[in-house]
């Protein structure tokens, strides 16, 4: 990772990786600019199980495309 091992987000950002709510491959990259879809991924990740996820193969919204690593995760939001 390239988060300093004395950073104060490092214990969290290690825990959204091992539930698999954010990836640390290759860099975690903590100042970039998140979007939608990730910002999607990490709040929906949280909530519903990877099983479930495995389920939902489209998306109702025009701008998410089947097939995408997100259209899982924006399906799923819409449905809660």
Do not use: C, H
């Not at 193969?57 to 995760?73: L, M, R």
Request: aromatic share 8%.
């Amino acid at each position: 990772t390239d988060l300093p091992k004395d950073s104060p987000i490092l214990p969290a950002a290690e825990y959204m990786v091992e539930k698999g709510m954010m990836q640390s491959a290759p860099l975690f990259k903590p100042n970039d600019k998140v979007t939608r879809a990730q910002a999607t991924k990490v709040l929906v990740a949280a909530l519903v199980k990877p099983d479930e996820l495995q389920k939902i193969t489209s998306s109702s919204f025009t701008d998410v495309p089947a097939g995408q690593w997100f259209t899982s995760y924006a399906e799923a939001a819409r449905l809660m």
